[in-house]
């Protein structure tokens, strides 16, 4: 929750324990907070690009970056070309930046592939999704992803064991 919280707001979290330098840390994020946050921004994607993740974008402030993770539409592109549009509200006004992305669905569609991670990346951040915006009424359908990319969730999490040697070794 306050993770969640802090993301949205443009906060920060820390997680700290007791061999952790408080005055450091407290200089920190008070030398943070000085810094301008941009908030309720929205990212226009190019047409091909389903079930982005994050949803809703978290605050950022300048140098701060965010990873979208999604899929590509059904179909064939074999390259994916367009603009993302960021657009939200910074201390002083408006805030619309495009960057150019070029995405090139060769690359990601080989399992053994140096980007098959992807899959899964994804379907941890639907999951994440899922788990935050409906609980146990998506139940289902979350246990279905689990299943389906080899990801924990909280309903599958007691034992994954991926592949045959996995299983052998346990």
């Not at 450091?24 to 079930?51: K, N, S, W, Y």
Request: avoid cysteine; aromatic fraction near 4%.
């Amino acid at each position: 929750l306050l993770d969640h919280l802090t993301r949205t707001t443009g906060g920060d979290l820390l997680h700290a324990d007791a061999r952790d330098d408080l005055d450091r840390l407290a200089r920190e994020l008070r030398l943070r907070a000085q810094v301008p946050v941009a908030h309720d921004l929205v990212a226009e994607l190019p047409p091909g690009l389903i079930d982005v993740h994050p949803k809703q974008l978290p605050a950022l402030r300048p140098g701060d970056t965010i990873t979208l993770v999604g899929k590509l539409a059904e179909g064939d592109p074999k390259a994916l070309r367009g603009d993302v549009r960021l657009r939200g509200q910074g201390p002083s006004g408006s805030v619309d930046e495009s960057f150019q992305i070029m995405l090139d669905a060769e690359y990601s569609s080989d399992d053994v592939g140096v980007h098959a991670h992807l899959p899964r990346t994804w379907a941890q951040q639907e999951i994440a999704y899922l788990t935050q915006t409906q609980g146990s009424v998506a139940k289902e359908q979350i246990i279905e992803l689990s299943r389906e990319y080899n990801v924990l969730s909280r309903f599958t999490a007691l034992l994954v064991l991926e592949n045959d040697r996995m299983y052998r070794e346990f």
